[in-house]
């Protein structure tokens, strides 16, 4: 994130990426990648009217934003569904002109409440990457445990960020020690706030089945970057892919 504004370091890639389409830099990427497709990736969307309840507030766009993203790229982009996108490249085949996929990741239930009415208005496919502890269970993620604690804590998003850097580096056991210490200093986390519910199994069906929304490999627990192997780690489904 060096390469950001300052007042732009802490945003979390959700809104890094709608910046990018609303400003039009999408487009400059375009002229300069040519051929080369792009995956927008997302997490989950937020009412404008309620509060976030969580320091990450960029990680659950306002859903009038994601509308305004939708539209733009229904206007100027071609939205195909990530197997496809992944299933051209590997053959060798070209993509077509200002290819797009749609990614959420986690499995929030804010993507079928907010983010399928508008994915179904404008036509677009997307693909949703399920932790399936987290839908199971309502078990927040660590990263949740660790930002909840903080937020009852009175913490900034700043120290938020800087926690979860660090929180990164560690390995698995000792990064599971450190968040559960969060929370006890915090005296537990309470309820869920809103942006935090996790879709249901049935809710995943219905959208599933309404064609636009596919779903990806899933995974029980979300990743953690390992410093032994450089790279994520996933169970469950043994998907290797990045927050």
């Not at 509060?51 to 206007?75: E, K, N, Y």
């Not at 053959?91 to 797009?100: D, I, R, T, Y």
């Not at 009175?154 to 698995?172: C, F, H, I, M, Y």
């Not at 809103?194 to 049935?202: G, I, N, S, Y």
Request: proline share 7%; with cysteine.
């Amino acid at each position: 994130m060096k390469y950001l504004p300052r007042d732009l370091s802490t945003l979390g890639q959700t809104a890094k990426s709608a910046l990018l389409v609303l400003c039009g830099l999408a487009g400059f990427a375009r002229g300069h990648f040519a051929g080369q497709g792009c995956i927008l990736t997302f997490h989950g969307l937020r009412r404008a009217d309620s509060p976030p309840g969580v320091l990450d507030s960029g990680l659950h766009l306002p859903v009038d934003l994601f509308r305004q993203i939708c539209a733009r790229l229904a206007m100027r982009y071609h939205v195909m569904p990530l197997s496809e996108m992944a299933r051209k490249v590997s053959q060798g085949q070209s993509l077509p002109e200002h290819a797009v996929a749609l990614n959420f990741d986690d499995g929030y239930a804010s993507n079928y409440e907010l983010a399928w009415p508008v994915l179904k208005e404008f036509g677009l496919p997307a693909t949703i990457f399920l932790t399936t502890g987290f839908v199971d269970e309502g078990r927040p993620l660590w990263f949740h445990e660790a930002d909840l604690a903080m937020t009852c804590q009175g913490a900034s998003t700043r120290r938020l960020v800087r926690a979860l850097r660090r929180l990164k580096t560690l390995p698995e056991e000792q990064m599971r020690a450190e968040v559960a210490g969060l929370v006890s200093e915090a005296g537990g986390l309470g309820e869920l706030p809103e942006v935090l519910r996790p879709l249901t199994w049935q809710q995943a069906r219905e959208m599933q089945a309404g064609g636009l929304v596919g779903f990806g490999g899933p995974t029980h627990t979300h990743p953690h970057p390992s410093p032994r192997t450089g790279g994520w780690e996933r169970g469950g489904g043994g998907d290797k892919r990045g927050r």
